[in-house]
């Protein structure tokens, strides 16, 4: 929806994960050119940050956490063991430097 409100980015109050600049930017960038008239950044709870992501993330970190992992390959090897998670091989094409997009 062009022009539109956004509600949806949550940030779950760990700054090393989603209140970065290049997030910041992007939204900011997509409300310029009218994408939303206005974002709203919603911040959950201190302690109920836990959702079914976090609890697949936290099973895999069982597997990796002590051990010696050095290569993509080993890491993906190591995660697939995971029957609720399917592993994919992450390939270059699947990152985008969001970083520069706005400067566009």
Known sequence: MIGGELNIVIFDNFSGQNKNNIVLKILAFFTKLGYFKQVNFI???????????????????????????????????????????????PVEADFLDYGTYPNR
């Open 43 to 89: 911040f959950l709870v201190v302690g109920h940050t836990k959702n079914a992501a976090d609890h697949l993330f936290n099973a895999l970190k069982a597997e990796y956490r002590e051990k010696n992992l050095f290569t993509m390959e080993t890491l993906v090897e190591c995660l697939n063991v995971s029957n609720s998670v399917t592993m994919h091989t």
